[in-house]
Each structure stands twice: as C-alpha cells, then as structure tokens.
C-alpha cells in the first residue's frame, strides 16, 4: 500500500496503491493501463525504486533503468561533465567504461561543449537531453518506462523513441506504462488495469486490454 500526500488542507492522506501484489519474473514483460490518477505512476515510481510501500515490501532487481520523472536527478550546481560523472557513480559504470560513457552521452546529447557549463544554465530542452542521454547508456535487468517520448524537440524526440524500443528490445524484464494499446501490445505479455489505486484486472496483455477497451471506449 502507497499513500501519498494530503492536498489543500484534507486531513486523510490519498492512498495511491492498495493490496497491489504480484512477481514480475525475469524475461516477463508487464503492461500498465489506467486512466489518469489511477495510480500507474505510483506503481512505476515503487517497480523502479525511487518509492517505498507505506505498508508492504518490494524487492526489485539490482540493476534497475527507470525511464520517469525526467525532470528530476541532476545537479544544476555542476556542469554537464560533472554530472556525467556522478551519474557514472551512481550506476556503477567500470571505470574501464566511463569514457565510452562520456562519449555516448555527449553524442547522444548533441549537446556538445555545453557540458562544460553548469546546468542550471541550460534550457529545459537541453536539461532533458542530458537525464535521458545519462539514463540510456546501460542494458537494465529491469527497464521501468512511463510515457516519455516527448523528450526535448522533434528530432531528439525521435531519437529518443528509438533509442527507449531498442532498450525494450533488450532488457531482461520489463515494465511499460501507455495509453498506447499497440505500444503494450508489441513490447508486453503481460497486463495489469489499475483503477483508483487497486488491480482492476491482471493476465494476458489482449484480455486485461479488452477489458479495459470496454470501460474506456
């Protein structure tokens, strides 16, 4: 069970997930559905690690890519390379990688000799760029991906498409949040419908799509 933060004065704190229990295997792929507010994104954000259960555990592979919240995890204070580095530290890139690491993230990035400003002077485009180029370097056990194909202009957005379906392709297991029914229909075997924070519906990616296809139109 997940809750979150009370809004505009309400006492009861909002309980985001509840009684949400399943094993994601290795080599399983996991479609998320649900509309707006249904608690997919908090269900993400416990699969990746960035959240704990307010009550009840998870145990999630070690090495784990979560392709959310791209907004957040940089250091304005450092520059681009500085960044480059922590982010080589807190995924534990050997150190016989880190310049391949630099490589990649500077050309993915086309961002260049800006790295070597700090990126509290970068637009949000270019703020963007950076998080996901940094992100995107290693193959995860397990790969956590929301809604995120609209990173940064239309060319880099594309980019950036093709380089989260070649991580799809690749990972061990995954996890994959859309209201693209293809999308989940190509990359999952599986499918959980999530409604106001509880399991509406859990099997076969085409029966938990049906389903929810019936409420949703």
């Not at 270019?126 to 180029?133: E, G």
């Not at 991580?167 to 293809?182: E, F, K, Q, T, V």
């Amino acid at each position: 069970m997940l809750f979150t933060r009370p809004f505009f004065g309400n006492t009861r704190p909002l309980v985001a997930l509840k009684s949400v229990s399943m094993v994601i295997s290795p080599g399983q792929s996991l479609g998320v559905v649900g509309r707006n507010g249904a608690g997919k994104s908090s269900f993400l954000r416990v699969c990746g690690g960035i959240l704990a259960p307010t009550v009840g555990r998870v145990k999630i592979a070690e090495n784990v890519t979560a392709l959310i919240d791209l907004g957040a995890g940089i250091e304005g204070a450092l520059s681009g390379f500085d960044n480059i580095e922590l982010a080589a530290k807190l995924q534990r890139i050997p150190k016989g990688r880190h310049a391949e690491f630099v490589r990649y993230v500077r050309k993915f990035s086309e961002l260049d000799d800006a790295l070597a400003r700090p990126v509290r002077t970068f637009s949000s485009g270019m703020t963007l760029r950076l998080i996901f180029s940094l992100r995107t370097f290693l193959q995860p056990d397990l790969l956590v991906v929301d809604e995120i194909f609209g990173v940064g202009d239309r060319d880099f957005s594309i980019k950036a498409r093709e380089r989260t379906t070649e991580l799809l392709r690749g990972a061990s297991s995954l996890i994959l949040a859309s209201h693209d029914a293809n999308l989940i229909k190509e990359f999952c075997t599986s499918a959980i419908w999530l409604d106001r924070g509880r399991v509406k519906a859990h099997g076969p990616v085409n029966d938990v799509l049906g389903a929810y296809a019936k409420v949703t139109g």
